[in-house]
């Protein structure tokens, strides 16, 4: 079955009596958008994208009538599994989707930018809010995505922040130490400063079976991800680090697409992609505290990192914000501009960094 749509435009006509003056013919235009993801609607942001983001498109275009969006939604594989809404997108596969930008380092570096900056925010509304204030002031974001064929819409940020789910008890560092842990991109590179530690790239959807079958002794993720998942069954130890929040979904359109959209549907897409954005990291803390509770309930148990070893981690760990940065300089792009700027935004939002990592850029 081909799902995919090229933006095609069906006119319907309303017709209306007008009494003695006759009849009058109002034209409403029904646009076809296939809206995709490979994770599996339960997915916290799946959900929301489908509660929430199409339903306020629906009714904020049904303010004048003019339009109508008749929206397809193929989420968990039916047309791409996680890694491929990027490649999917680009290609036309889905009109309108949410790119997990974790994955695409090297073809969206700028995407990055929170990830590399960790033991900073846990706060997600905060670091969504800085992050595509980020992608509005900078054009990097949006040039990385042209590349692929995509607009920029908006930047989500799911998790309150990472967490270290464990087989075993972690109650220092040191527990740490000579364990692989799964992880997604930048978030391996937290382990660096910790002897024996290796990072094994893996997603979301395969943390279960990866701890489950041995290939990992533990994984980093969050506890909303933690309670959908079931990860209390197979890692029943959570070491409470606040790594930070991170963004890690973006929504985005296929460009040949939007380039058709009347502009009053871009509009709407644009500023409901925004109430996204705020809703989803609202979403992410409003059900931090519920999801640990739902985790110790699930069986798990609940190790707090003293703040002193958080501080001994931070300090540990090279200095993955200004390597980004530079390597996006060289580039071409204002990688360490951004960071300046992101780190500065976090701080004006009440945020204390346990490394100013933009700082040490001129040290």
């Known amino acids: 079955m081909k799902l995919t749509r090229r933006l095609a435009l069906a006119t319907g006509l309303a017709l209306g009596l007008g009494g003695a003056l006759g009849s009058a013919a109002t034209a409403q235009e029904t646009i076809n958008l296939t809206a995709i993801d490979g994770y599996p609607a339960r997915a916290m942001w799946v959900q929301e994208f489908s509660n929430f983001f199409i339903p306020r498109v629906n009714e904020e275009l049904a303010k004048t009538g003019a339009y109508q969006i008749n929206w397809m939604e193929a989420y968990g594989g039916q047309i791409v599994k996680p890694r491929?809404?990027?490649?999917?997108?680009?290609?036309?596969?889905?009109?309108?989707?949410?790119?997990t930008t974790i994955f695409h380092n090297s073809a969206l570096p700028s995407q990055g930018i929170s990830a590399v900056t960790p033991f900073v925010a846990a706060d997600a509304r905060v670091v969504a809010q800085a992050v595509d204030e980020i992608a509005r002031e900078f054009p990097q974001m949006g040039a990385e995505l042209a590349a692929e064929n995509q607009v920029y819409l908006a930047t989500g940020v799911v998790l309150d922040t990472y967490q270290m789910f464990s087989k075993t008890p972690i109650n220092s560092l040191a527990d740490i130490e000579g364990l692989k842990v799964a992880g997604a991109g930048y978030n391996l590179r937290y382990l660096e400063g910790i002897p024996g530690a290796a990072g094994v790239r893996g997603g979301l959807p395969n943390?279960?079976?990866?701890?489950?079958?041995?290939?990992?002794?533990?994984?980093?993720?969050?506890?909303?991800?933690?309670?959908?998942?079931?990860?209390?069954?197979?890692?029943p130890y959570m070491l409470r680090a606040d790594l930070g929040a991170v963004n890690s979904k973006t929504v985005t359109v296929n460009a040949d697409v939007w380039e058709g959209l009347p502009q009053d549907v871009k509009d709407v897409l644009q500023a409901v992609a925004i109430e996204y954005r705020d809703h989803v990291a609202g979403v992410a803390m409003d059900r931090a505290t519920a999801s640990r509770e739902a985790y110790v309930a699930g069986g798990g148990t609940i190790v707090e990192l003293s703040p002193e070893a958080r501080q001994a981690w931070a300090d540990a760990m090279p200095n993955i914000a200004v390597e980004w940065a530079k390597e996006i300089d060289v580039a071409g792009g204002p990688g360490s501009a951004m960071l300046a700027a992101y780190m500065d935004k976090l701080k004006a939002a009440g945020m204390t960094p346990l490394r100013d990592w933009s700082a040490e850029a001129t040290n």
Request: hydrophobic share 55%; proline share 2%; no cysteine.
């Open 207 to 235: 943390f279960y079976n990866m701890l489950q079958t041995g290939v990992v002794d533990a994984a980093m993720l969050w506890p909303e991800a933690a309670k959908t998942f079931k990860i209390a069954e197979v890692a």
């Open 84 to 99: 491929g809404v990027l490649e999917g997108i680009k290609l036309g596969l889905g009109d309108i989707g949410i790119v």
